[in-house]
């Protein structure tokens, strides 16, 4: 059986993998985005049921429009980790230009307070992305039931 066959047969046996995957072929394109609550229409198709972590970055232009949303790494059930320049060559790469980007990832163990080390991480990448001319708006740390802004709560 050749793989597209294949790739429809198990769609067609698992609507919750083939509601998943229209999810993520026809993300929200082009909503501004104002806090971390419209985000969340961006973000979920990438981070919800998952049981280890991934980070997603949204890539924003001037008026805060989305331009492209990604999954940049995923980790285990309680970490991933990325370098800066992996998210910066990824912002700088979109096919137009991106004047700010959001950070996020998902806490499978549903509590979705930063922990210590996303709150270095989120400073390391905001100073990096300054560099360049990059504006880091929030790092949102996402569960299945609830969500933080680390901008809300004074973290950048």
């Known amino acids: 059986m050749d793989p597209v066959t294949a790739a429809v047969r198990a769609l ?3 609507p919750a993998l083939a509601e998943r995957v ?3 072929a026809e993300p929200p394109a082009g909503d501004k985005i104002a ?3 419209d985000l969340l229409p961006h973000l979920r198709p990438h981070l ?3 049981d280890t972590e991934a980070l997603v970055v949204v890539a924003l232009d001037r008026r805060h429009r989305v331009i492209d949303v990604g999954v940049l790494t995923t980790g285990t059930d309680a970490v991933t980790l990325v370098e800066s320049r992996q998210i910066l060559r990824w912002v700088l790469t979109r096919r137009r230009p991106a004047h700010a980007f959001v950070l996020a990832h998902n806490h499978p163990s549903g ?3 930063p922990s ?3 709150l270095l991480c989120t400073r390391a990448v905001r100073d990096a992305g300054r560099v360049v001319g990059l ?3 929030d790092h949102v ?3 299945d039931d609830g969500f933080t802004s680390i901008a809300a709560q004074g973290g950048l």
Do not use: K
Request: a negative charge; glycine letters at 4%.
């Open 12 to 14: 067609r046996e698992n």
């Open 22 to 24: 229209l999810r993520l």
């Open 116 to 118: 210590h080390e996303d």
């Open 135 to 137: 504006i880091l708006l």
């Open 48 to 50: 919800d049921g998952r």
């Open 35 to 37: 806090d971390a609550r």
């Open 141 to 143: 740390v996402v569960t």
């Open 111 to 113: 509590d979705p307070t």
